[in-house]
C-alpha cells in the first residue's frame, strides 16, 4: 500500500485493453449510519415470480447502504402490498413506515419487460413519485438503481448516486487492472491489464472517458481510454514524467504533472493535447491538481514550504494560497462537488486518515479511524467519499460519508483494491 503522494509521478504500464466482464463482485459491509433514519418499506415487486426479484432486493441494499435510510420489513403480507387503497397498507404504517415503495412488473411481447413504480407517503397516503421504465431482461439492475435514485432524492432531497460508478485498480497476484464497478460493487468491468502496477485513474465529467498514466513507453505517458469505443489516445507524452491527470468541470480541459521543463510542476492543456500552459514555477515537487466545481481554482499538494501540504491557486495561473496548516503531511485534495468542503489524506501520530476541511471556516474533521487510507474521492452527490485503506495486510475499498457517521468497507477476495475515483 503506498502512502507518499511522490509516487503518483510515476507512470505503470498497461499491456492489454481488452475491455471483458469480470465474474468477482465486491462485498459491501456497512457500518454506523446517521443516528435518526427515515424508515421506509419496500414491498417485494410483484407480477413476474422470483425471476425479477433482484429489482427489489438492489433497491433496498442501495437505500440501507446509504446510513439514512431504515428498511421496514413488509416482506410476510401475502400477496404482497402493490395498492395503497389495499386494507393492509396500514400494516407498513403501523410498523413505523414513513414511507412505502410499491412496485409491478409486466412481461412484454418483444421479451422486454416493464417496471412500475410508486413512492408512497405511509402516513398521508399520497403519492410522492412514480415512474415507469422499460428494458431488457440484462438492465435489471440498473433500473433498481434508478427506482432507488429517485426514491433517495425525494426523501432525503439530495440526487441519488447508485447508478454512479468507481474506477479502481486491483491487483490480482502479479498482474494488476483498471476495473470499473457500479457503485454497490456488482456489474465489474475490466478495462485495462497489465504486467506492472497502475495509478491516477480519472473520470470525464460525462462519463464516457478515464485518463491514467502507463509506462508501456518505459516512462510516464497520459492516456485518454474512450469507455463507448474501447480506444484510447495519447493525452501528454512530453519529456520526462506526465502524470496525475484531473478533468476540468466541463470536460474541455485537463491538469497535469510535467517535469519536462522544471521539476514536477503543474500544467493544463485543452482535452484534446493542445494548448499547453504551464502553472507553477520553482524547485519544490507541486502535484496532484483538482478542479474546484466552478472550473476557477485548483487545490494541489506541494512541498514548497518544507513539507507536503494543500495549495490553492487559480486554474489560469499565479499566487498559491496555503489551505491546510495541522501537521507536517497533509496530501491528495478532492473538492466536494458542492465547493464548500475538500477531502485530503492527513498523517497524524503516524496514521494516514481521511479529512475533509471547511472552506469557509478552515475546520477540519477527522472522518476515518483506520491507518493506511489514500485516494479520497467524492460522489457526485458530495454524501459520500470513497478511498483505499490497508485491512488485515490487504487493500480495500470503502467509502464514509461526509459527516463520517456512516462507513461502508468494500471488498473483493480476488486481491488488492486502491487509486478509486468515483464517476460523476
Known amino acids: 500500500m503506498k502512502n507518499s503522494w511522490k509516487l503518483r509521478l510515476h507512470g505503470l504500464v498497461l499491456l492489454l485493453m481488452l ?23 419496500i414491498a417485494p415487486f410483484v407480477g413476474a415470480g422470483d425471476t425479477y426479484r433482484v429489482i427489489t432486493d438492489v433497491v433496498a441494499a442501495d437505500l440501507a447502504r446509504s446510513g439514512e435510510l431504515s428498511l421496514v420489513d413488509v416482506s410476510d403480507l401475502n400477496p404482497p402490498l402493490t395498492d395503497p387503497a389495499d386494507p393492509r397498507f396500514s400494516i407498513a404504517r403501523k410498523r ?78 502479479k498482474r494488476y487492472e483498471l476495473q470499473v464497478a457500479d457503485a454497490d460493487g456488482q456489474g465489474v468491468q475490466t478495462v485495462l491489464k497489465s504486467v ?8 470525464s465529467p460525462d ?103 494543500i495549495y490553492m491557486m487559480p486554474a489560469t495561473g499565479g499566487s498559491a494560497k496555503r489551505m491546510t496548516f495541522e501537521g507536517h503531511y497533509n496530501v491528495s485534495p478532492n473538492w466536494n462537488p458542492n465547493g464548500k468542503s475538500f477531502a485530503f489524506v492527513q498523517r497524524s501520530e503516524g496514521r494516514f486518515r481521511i479529512a475533509v476541511m471547511d472552506m469557509a471556516t478552515g475546520q477540519v474533521q477527522v472522518l476515518t479511524n483506520t491507518d493506511l487510507d489514500e485516494s479520497p474521492s467524492f460522489a457526485a452527490n458530495g454524501k459520500m467519499i470513497v478511498y483505499a485503506t ?33 464517476g460523476r
Not at 426523501?155 to 497476484?173: D, E, R
Not at 506492472?196 to 473520470?203: C, G, M, Q, T
Not at 470536460?251 to 504551464?278: E, F, P, W
Not at 496532484?288 to 512541498?303: K, N, Y
Open 19 to 41: 475491455p471483458l466482464w469480470a465474474h468477482a463482485a465486491m462485498t459491501i459491509e456497512i457500518i454506523g449510519g446517521a443516528a435518526s433514519k427515515l424508515p421506509v418499506a
Open 96 to 173: 413505523g413506515a414513513e414511507a412505502a415503495v410499491l412496485g409491478q412488473i409486466t412481461p412484454l411481447a418483444n421479451g422486454q419487460i416493464e417496471v412500475r413504480f410508486r413512492l408512497m407517503d405511509a402516513v398521508k397516503q399520497t403519492q410522492l413519485a412514480g415512474y415507469s421504465y422499460t428494458a431488457n431482461v440484462s438492465q435489471l439492475r440498473t433500473i433498481a438503481h434508478k427506482i432507488a435514485d429517485v426514491i433517495y432524492e425525494k426523501l432525503i432531497g439530495v440526487p441519488g448516486i447508485f447508478s454512479t460508478h468507481i474506477a479502481y485498480v486491483i491487483k490480482q497476484g
Open 196 to 203: 506492472e502496477p497502475l495509478i491516477s485513474p480519472a473520470w
Open 207 to 309: 462519463g464516457n472517458k478515464i485518463a491514467y498514466v502507463s509506462f508501456e513507453n518505459k516512462k510516464p505517458v497520459i492516456y485518454v481510454q474512450n469507455m463507448l469505443t474501447g480506444t484510447r489516445r495519447v493525452l501528454a507524452n512530453f519529456k520526462g514524467s506526465n502524470s496525475a491527470p484531473a478533468w476540468s468541470p466541463d470536460g474541455s480541459k485537463i491538469a497535469l504533472v510535467l517535469t519536462r521543463d522544471d521539476g514536477s510542476q503543474l500544467y493544463v492543456m485543452n482535452a484534446d493535447g493542445s494548448g499547453l500552459k504551464r502553472l507553477t514555477f520553482g524547485g519544490g515537487i507541486d502535484t496532484e491538481p483538482d478542479w474546484s466545481p466552478d472550473g476557477q481554482s485548483l487545490l494541489f499538494t506541494s512541498d514548497r514550504g518544507g513539507s507536503p501540504q
Open 390 to 422: 490497508e485491512i488485515n495486510g490487504r487493500g480495500v475499498l470503502a467509502a464514509v460519508s461526509s459527516d463520517g457517521k456512516t462507513q461502508v468497507r468494500l471488498s473483493d477476495r480476488a486481491g488488492d483494491m486502491r487509486e478509486p475515483a468515483w
